[in-house]
Nanobody
Framework: QVQLVQSGGGLVQAGGSLRLSCTASVRTGGNNAMGWFRQAPGKEREFVATISWNGGYTNYLNSVKGRFAISRDNAKNTVYLQMNSLKPEDTAIYYC?????????????????WGQGTQVTVSS
């Protein structure tokens, strides 16, 4: 059973930065794209960013392009989400996810394992 353990998050003022981490209980340098999703109160979970198995491909939600950066360290079985220039509308619970595909996709259906979620709150 794969476990994804998240860390990071918290409360930050608008314009600030946070970094989320997600460590897998299994080796991630094989065939697994990784992704980050978020869910705001009363809204559906949405795609934020994805990275291919070797880090060669990334994709982002339009509203976070240029502000967020996804990266991975397969030697540490860890994926990161660096969030800069945060806005109040970025407030949500953020989830990391592991896909069985090599390339990252934007659909939740392409991800099989999920982290426990971490709260990110951006105050205005």
């Amino acid at each position: 059973q794969v476990q994804l353990v998240q860390s990071g998050g918290g409360l930050v003022q608008a314009g600030g930065s946070l970094r989320l981490s997600c460590t897998a209980s299994v080796r991630t340098g094989g065939n697994n794209a990784m992704g980050w999703f978020r869910q705001a109160p009363g809204k559906e979970r949405e795609f934020v960013a994805t990275i291919s198995w070797n880090g060669g491909y990334t994709n982002y939600l339009n509203s976070v392009k240029g502000r967020f950066a996804i990266s991975r360290d397969n030697a540490k079985n860890t994926v990161y989400l660096q969030m800069n220039s945060l806005k109040p509308e970025d407030t949500a619970i953020y989830y990391c996810a592991m896909s069985r595909t090599l390339r990252g996709y934007i659909s939740l259906r392409d991800y099989d394992y999920w982290g426990q979620g971490t709260q990110v709150t951006v105050s205005s």
